[in-house]
């Protein structure tokens, strides 16, 4: 989860409430959701919430979540912004691989060292979150009086810069902290900033750059250059955002726009000219959606008046005009700085947490049954224990995965699992003849973090994870997880099919297929199924030290050696024997 640094005193002068203690801002915050994780060495509170709310990325997005929360704010608050005077013209040599643009200029702002920390904090938040590492999108900040604007036309006066591709041993330029005239290759070779972040860029051909009139100032999405660089005397400031995909950019520098204001800023429009046509930027469209009266009152089990409602909209910095017919649908509108209301149930929990959950009275739910334990639940603590006791290490992983990790590292393609419709039952260990795990990956649409972009398609793959980061721990490491596992399945109601896997590794010296099977087959005694182990084939294991794990006559798993080439890969030392099969098969 984010964790961004806030300093109270920050708080107080941004909400106006001079009075407030730190542990009536403590309280506060958390009604709003943001955890208080302790106090850094200048007194700075470190905040923890959810990836949902980027806004609050920034002390001035917290102050302003609070002033509507105290009722010192209401409703969609829009900043108004000048006409455009400057332009950014993307030329057709932008590397295909990072086509998109967007901006603002600000002016005005007062940066103090406090706003400045705060904006560096915010514009690292954003690189890491919707940024994606910058991969998907980041952001350039400039002083913009050291910006000379091209002339656009002979008609006009206005100021423009472009956005182009150059040779990796193009322009020189001086990026910051530096004080050497470097191409963009060298920046990537010889500077600290460059060589972490060359992976973005080193396959493009060209790579992409921003000139103004004087020459390269921008090498993104890898450094700015010194000439630029923002400081407590900047008052004008041009933002820039390079990524690749426009709503990911325009969202980022909205939110980076709406903290500026916060501080007194004035935006101004920028013009962007593409090939297809010009947009004008920052995009402060509001946008709207609609949820029913009938469907709050239900999911947060009070009652409420229409007008009671509205005004909850409005505490929590939306508007919202009610529609009366057979239902009360309200529609609602949401300010551009907010990216993460996608359904009405996020408008529900908005009205939620202005009414103040602490203030729902819970209830018995009104239906005459006894609560009682699951059956299948029952059958993964008994295996669990009984993993437990042949001397595994029980964990539990996030059900989260990237498809590099999941894939590409254990050796095996997506797909070649068979499909559903040709298997012997639902699971994706339950894949007669097929590579388990190799079942087409159910994605995440829009993943906030590259390192978990779909869920897991089977559970080696996190366990070989934990022994990589378990280097430097004393061996053997003998591990086990009982977790959740799916993979797209167009033959199911949801289009995904779902189970639970057990999976186990033995890392040590002397680990082999003989150690891992003899562990199955005391399990499988243990739950009197009958275990066969004819041999088989699977890319992460050793052929010849690999066989399908059969229970009760139904393929379910493997069990083996895992190939030296996923050991090196994890950059482990030793040898690792292990397992994986559907839970269910020990029912």
Same mark, same amino acid.
């Given at each position: 989860m984010p964790v961004v640094d806030v300093q109270p005193d920050e708080l107080r002068r941004l909400t106006g409430h001079e009075e407030k203690s730190d542990e009536e801002?403590?309280?506060?915050?958390?009604?709003?959701?943001?955890?208080?994780?302790?106090?850094?060495? @200048?007194?700075?509170?470190?905040?923890?919430? &959810?990836?949902?709310?980027? @806004?609050?990325l920034s002390v001035e997005g917290v102050a302003r979540s609070l002033r509507y929360q105290y009722g010192d704010a209401r409703g969609v608050s829009v900043p108004k912004t000048n006409d455009p005077d400057w332009?950014?013209?993307? @030329?057709?040599?932008?590397?295909?691989?990072?086509? =998109?643009?967007?901006? %603002?200029?600000?002016?005005?702002?007062?940066?103090?060292? %406090?706003?400045?920390?705060s904006l560096i904090q915010l514009q690292e938040k954003l690189h890491a979150t919707m940024g994606r590492k910058r991969a998907k999108g980041a952001i350039g900040i400039h002083d913009l009086t050291m910006l000379k604007g091209d002339v656009l036309s002979a008609q006009s006066t206005g100021n423009s810069i472009t956005y182009t591709g150059i040779e990796p041993d193009g322009d020189t330029f001086v990026a910051l902290d530096s004080d050497e005239e470097l191409t963009p290759a060298e920046v990537l070779e010889q500077h600290d900033t460059g060589r972490k =972040?060359?992976?973005?860029? #080193?396959?493009?051909?060209?790579?992409?750059a921003i000139?103004?009139?004087?020459?390269?100032?921008?090498?993104? $999405?890898?450094? +700015?250059?010194?000439?630029?660089?923002? /400081?407590?005397?900047?008052?004008?400031?041009?933002?820039?955002?390079?990524?690749?995909?426009?709503?990911?950019?325009?969202?980022?520098?909205?939110?980076?726009?709406? %903290?500026? *204001?916060?501080?007194?800023?004035?935006?101004?429009?920028?013009?962007?000219?593409?090939?297809?046509?010009?947009?004008?930027?920052? @995009?402060?469209?509001?946008?709207?959606?609609?949820?029913?009266? !009938?469907?709050?009152?239900?999911?947060?089990?009070?009652?409420?008046?229409?007008?009671?409602?509205?005004?909850?909209?409005?505490?929590?910095?939306? !508007?919202? +005009?009610?529609?009366?017919?057979?239902?009360?649908?309200?529609?609602?509108?949401?300010?551009p700085y907010r990216v993460d209301v996608l359904h009405p149930l996020d408008l529900v929990d908005d009205v939620g947490r202005a009414y103040g959950f602490n203030e729902l009275e819970p209830r018995y739910p009104d239906v005459g049954t006894v609560g009682q334990r699951h059956e299948r639940s029952r059958l993964e603590d008994a295996a669990r224990t009984a993993l437990v006791g042949l001397g595994f290490e029980d964990l539990l992983n996030f059900h989260m995965i990237s498809e590099e990790e999941n894939y590409e590292r254990m050796g095996i393609e997506p797909g070649?699992?068979?499909? *559903?419709?040709? *298997?012997?039952?639902?699971? $994706?260990?339950?894949?007669?003849?097929?590579?388990?795990? &190799?079942?087409?990956?159910?994605?995440?649409?829009?993943? =906030? #973090?590259?390192?978990?972009?779909?869920?897991?398609?089977?559970?080696?793959?996190?366990?070989?994870?934990?022994?990589? +980061?378990?280097?430097?721990? %004393?061996y053997p490491q003998d591990l086990a997880e009982i977790g959740h596992v799916a993979h797209r399945d167009d033959d199911e109601n949801t289009r995904v099919s779902e189970a639970r896997h057990v999976a186990a590794v033995l890392a040590r010296h002397d680990a082999t297929y003989e150690d891992a099977k003899a562990r199955l087959a005391t399990?499988? /005694?243990?739950?009197?199924?009958?275990?066969?182990? $004819?041999?088989t084939e699977h890319p992460s294991f050793i052929p010849g030290r690999t066989a399908a794990v059969v229970i009760d006559g139904e393929e379910v798993g493997v069990v083996g050696e895992i190939h030296p080439k996923v050991i090196v890969e994890h950059d482990l030392e030793l040898p690792v024997a292990g397992f994986e099969f559907d839970l269910s098969a020990l029912q």
């Open positions: 801002f403590k309280d506060d915050l958390f009604a709003l959701g943001l955890e208080f994780e302790g106090v850094t060495e @200048d007194g700075a509170f470190q905040l923890e919430f &959810g990836p949902d709310r980027l @806004d609050r332009t950014i013209v993307v @030329d057709e040599s932008v590397p295909e691989e990072r086509p =998109y643009v967007t901006g %603002a200029v600000v002016r005005g702002v007062d940066l103090d060292d %406090a706003a400045l920390d =972040y060359a992976d973005l860029v #080193s396959e493009y051909e060209r790579y992409p000139y103004d009139e004087i020459g390269l100032f921008s090498f993104p $999405p890898v450094i +700015n250059g010194r000439r630029t660089e923002v /400081s407590t005397e900047s008052r004008d400031l041009f933002v820039e955002l390079t990524g690749t995909d426009q709503w990911t950019i325009d969202r980022m520098c909205n939110i980076i726009c709406y %903290a500026l *204001a916060a501080r007194g800023a004035t935006i101004e429009d920028i013009e962007v000219q593409y090939d297809e046509g010009t947009v004008v930027r920052p @995009d402060f469209e509001v946008e709207t959606k609609r949820v029913s009266h !009938d469907r709050i009152e239900t999911v947060l089990g009070v009652e409420l008046e229409m007008d009671e409602v509205i005004d909850l909209f409005e505490r929590s910095g939306l !508007d919202a +005009n009610a529609e009366l017919g057979e239902e009360t649908v309200y529609e609602v509108s949401i300010p070649s699992d068979v499909p *559903a419709s040709e *298997a012997s039952g639902n699971s $994706p260990g339950r894949s007669s003849g097929g590579v388990l795990g &190799g079942g087409e990956p159910t994605s995440i649409t829009e993943p =906030y #973090s590259e390192d978990y972009t779909m869920l897991r398609t089977w559970v080696l793959p996190s366990l070989t994870m934990v022994l990589e +980061n378990n280097t430097h721990r %004393a399990l499988c /005694s243990d739950f009197g199924v009958e275990l066969e182990t $004819p041999a």
